[in-house]
């Protein structure tokens, strides 16, 4: 059995604290189309070059039905910085257009077979996964991305087409799991096999 979640698999719930002071599940996004789930987190280089691309992308899709949701799921004890009093500073800083959820206990990164920071997750209307992967190619100089994979799977989506390449490889730094040095990935995800990206 892959790691991460498969193509046409249903979106697993979750119940996780925001920064803006509620809580969500699953069920507090119905109203979108298109659900983007992306793990992220404050402090890897490849989010922080590439979260402006992800908040353009945000913004073209927003009118079309399509909500995105962040999720930190890094252990603290691997990485300090991604705590959340850093997550609640982050957001009031640069107001990104996402709700950010802390998944403290890494469950929901470990339903989703979250790899890096970032990865992202779109679903369709009935929350069944029609792309996993990259946002760009180029996250650590996202002014340098010279393809927005993210942007075209949203695109081909909303316009009823199905997606031209639904599975590309996620290119960031390891999810920080608790109890595991910074580098270890789970032995599972080892067997993904991605499309060339």
């Known amino acids: 059995m892959a790691f991460t979640l498969e193509l046409g698999q249903t979106a697993p719930d979750f119940r ?3 920064t803006d002071g509620k809580d969500y599940s699953l069920a507090d996004f119905d109203d979108a189309k298109t659900l983007v789930i992306f793990f992220t ?3 890897c280089p490849f989010v922080i070059g590439s979260d402006e691309n992800t908040r353009a992308t945000a913004n073209e899709f927003k009118d079309g039905g399509v909500r995105f949701v962040g999720i930190n799921s890094n252990s603290v004890h691997v ?3 991604d705590g959340f009093d850093g997550m609640v500073q982050r ?3 640069h107001r990104f257009p996402w709700v950010y959820l802390r998944d403290e206990e890494q469950s929901v990164a470990l339903a989703y077979g979250a790899l890096r920071t970032p990865h992202f997750y779109v679903f369709d209307g009935e929350r069944k996964l029609v792309y996993t992967g990259r946002g760009i190619d180029n996250p650590r100089e ?3 991305a010279t393809v927005n994979d993210l942007q075209r799977a949203l695109a081909e989506h909303t316009s009823g ?3 031209s390449q639904p599975l590309t490889n996620p290119i960031g730094c390891n999810v920080k799991w608790i109890g ?3 580098h270890w990935m789970p032995a599972e995800a080892c067997d993904l096999v991605f499309a060339p990206s």
Request: charged share 25%.
């Open 41 to 43: 987190c404050n402090h």
């Open 142 to 144: 996202g002014d340098k």
């Open 16 to 18: 996780l604290p925001a």
């Open 79 to 81: 990485a300090a910085d």
């Open 180 to 182: 595991q040095d910074a």
């Open 91 to 93: 957001m009031a800083e």
């Open 161 to 163: 087409q199905p997606v």
